[in-house]
């Protein structure tokens, strides 16, 4: 449930993921509910011990010959503690059942948390992917500002057959090149 508040944290302090706020809310409410659930469990868990403690601590049943009035008395007792034993075994049930979820949340909340961390891992390597294009896309937008310059002095000295030659040949080294960065 850490890591996944963390990471849910980390992706809405960062601009670089662009995930809508709508988004980042769902998943804030999915993780506040799952950790809801597992307070909720626990407190079941506790309120079961408590309980448990109680029928143990019941006083023994006397079954020894008495009076009409005794025996019903010692029957209804007896009865009582047969419900009290029946509540008891499927109070337990009750108390595997709610163990087995339990297990069962704890483990997709870790896997959930797994999976948050390789989003996490996955996010941070495509900004430093897009990082390095953008640094790649400026150099190359700097040769090309400095190439065009050079042709428009050129252009500029030619006269106009040469010039015509000149743009062919600048047109064909910029398919080249554009070719290169396409392809490299």
């Known amino acids: 449930m850490k890591e996944m508040s963390s990471t849910i944290q980390t992706v809405e302090r960062s601009k670089v993921y662009q995930i809508p706020a709508t988004e980042i809310a769902q998943r804030k409410k999915f993780v506040a509910e799952c950790q809801a659930q597992a307070r909720n469990i626990k407190q079941e868990l506790m309120n079961h011990d408590l309980l448990n403690d109680r029928v143990t601590k019941r006083p023994p049943t006397n079954n020894s010959n008495q009076s009409q009035d005794s025996k019903k008395k010692s029957i209804y007792s007896q009865n009582n503690a047969d419900f009290i034993d029946g509540e008891f075994k499927q109070q337990e049930q009750i108390f595997k059942e ?27 390597h495509h900004s430093k992917l897009i990082d390095e294009m953008d640094q790649e ?11 065009m310059a050079k042709v428009h002095k050129l252009l500029e000295e030619s006269s106009d057959n040469t010039k015509i030659r000149i743009i062919i040949f600048l047109i064909i080294v910029m398919v080249v090149l554009l070719f290169l960065v396409i392809y490299t």
Request: charged share 25%.
């Open 98 to 124: 709610q163990e087995q979820d339990l297990e069962g949340l704890g483990h997709t909340v870790k896997r959930l948390g797994s999976i948050g961390v390789a989003i996490n891992q996955e996010l941070n």
């Open 137 to 147: 896309v400026e150099r190359t937008q700097g040769r090309l500002r400095s190439t």
